[in-house]
């Protein structure tokens, strides 16, 4: 008997190896598939970190703007913008070859299913269009944040993908972006900041305290997302080897070494250590090291972890000071960490660790030109096509709240819900069609 289960055991082994298609290596698959689901643990991990930093009457809506990227964004990606990016083109675009998913099977692309290498980059779709709207929440429509995000996903994010990692002019000339230093962190920072200036301020900016409401919903997402960026990063060596193992040691050492380097800013200049500050402060190293995760050596990780803190601290004190209502700070910590991250990566990369190339400090001074080539042109497209998408947008639906609406709060106003309910009916919202009330029978009303 036991002869028989152990034969049955080594069959279906053998059947399952032999399920895999050729050139599709079984842990690389493992590994993919679980950095696949942590990317995707990314989005509602920062609805978190999004929705406890506003008040508590947005807090469902700025929610529900990551969670509406899950679905509008993912299913742009599947339908058209993987090809976009990833489809064989030109230096600028990929072709329709791959749009509705066609020939994207379980060929093997790289050591990985094609099937599965499409979700891993759809995942980074997502969660770089749900990064941007921290810049416009407590003050966007729903209806035209969902038309927005869907266009955004593929005329924006898809191409610049394409730049850098699709076969496109940046990866030509030898850019280095790891992981969406400039495909993620840049875009969303620059198109969160454009937003910010077509929106306009909300209507108490700069004459209340504009306060988080839950600030352990922040650092929950804050750790959610450090959980997730090792899926992230790791991940985004395609495979499970040496590779994977730096970006995901460097993923844990950056943004410690961004911590330590926050909190002593903070106790230096006010004698307090903020958990606002530190939450963005681990946020900011993951965006700082993902342009440079597969690039450079553990001890270079730590320092640009800690250099990474600086220009995004001082950034994130000046911007308050000013008309400009970058509601969550979504420039500060993604757009400028993201170019201290790139421009470093320009620097710091060490061929002796990745064998791909060497940096300014190592040798290769062209690098750093080259890197501050991407980051000039991840800026410029994402600045010049959000904002043509929100006026596109802005002809079909009005894109901002009413002030009405805003005082009331868009958890009501845009989904007919409230994240705290004070009683039974705190708030109760009747459309002009609704039917008048029922008097009581038998009794006067």
Do not use: C
Not at 24 to 30: N, Q
């Amino acid at each position: 008997m036991r002869a028989h289960k152990t034969l049955w055991m080594l069959t279906a082994i053998g059947l399952s190896g032999a399920a895999l298609a050729e050139g599709v290596d079984g842990a690389a698959t493992a590994w993919m598939l679980v950095s696949t689901a942590l990317v995707l643990l990314m989005t509602p991990a920062l609805a978190f970190f999004y929705g406890g930093l506003v008040r508590s009457k947005n807090a469902l809506n700025t929610m529900m703007m990551s969670f509406a990227a899950l679905g509008f964004v993912g299913v742009g990606w599947a339908l058209l913008g993987y090809s976009l990016a990833f489809g064989e083109g030109g230096l600028w675009l990929g072709g329709l070859g791959h749009a509705l998913l066609k020939g994207v099977g379980l060929e093997a692309k790289g050591e990985i299913p094609h099937l599965l290498f499409m979700a891993f980059q759809g995942t980074f779709a997502i969660i770089t269009a749900a990064l941007l709207t921290g810049g416009m929440v407590e003050r966007m429509r729903f209806p035209a944040l969902l038309l927005f995000l869907t266009l955004w996903g593929v005329l924006v994010y898809a191409p610049l993908a394409h730049w850098v990692w699709g076969g496109g002019f940046l990866g030509a000339l030898g850019a280095l972006d790891f992981a969406g230093g400039t495909v993620v962190h840049i875009n969303a920072g620059v198109a969160a900041l454009v937003g910010a200036l077509v929106l306009g301020a909300r209507k108490d900016y700069g004459r209340q305290a504009l306060l988080p409401h839950h600030v352990p919903f922040t650092l929950l997402g804050a750790a959610l997302l450090w959980f997730g960026w090792f899926g992230f990063n790791g991940g985004s060596a395609l495979a499970s080897g040496e590779l994977a193992a730096l970006a995901f040691v460097n993923t844990m050492l950056a943004p410690a070494a961004t911590l330590v380097a926050w909190a002593l800013l903070d106790l230096l200049r006010t004698g307090k250590v903020t958990a606002v500050g530190l939450a963005t402060a681990i946020v900011v190293g993951l965006v700082a090291i993902t342009p440079a995760a597969g690039f450079v050596s553990p001890l270079s990780a730590l320092v640009l972890g800690a250099v990474s803190a600086f220009p995004s601290y001082f950034f994130l004190l000046w911007r308050p000071k000013t008309k400009l209502d970058d509601s969550l700070d979504v420039f500060g910590a993604h757009g400028i960490a993201g170019i201290t991250g790139a421009l470093l990566t320009g620097l710091l990369a060490e061929k002796a660790w990745n064998g791909v190339a060497d940096g300014l400090l190592f040798g290769n001074a062209a690098q750093l030109g080259v890197q501050a080539l991407a980051v000039a042109a991840a800026v410029a497209y994402s600045a010049l096509g959000t904002f043509f998408l929100l006026k596109l947008v802005g002809l079909f639906t009005p894109l901002r709240a009413s002030p009405k609406e805003e005082g009331l709060g868009l958890d009501v106003t845009q989904h007919g819900e409230e994240a705290y309910a004070a009683g039974e009916g705190a708030v109760l919202v009747l459309s002009e069609s609704a039917p008048p009330a029922l008097k009581p029978m038998g009794g006067k009303a």
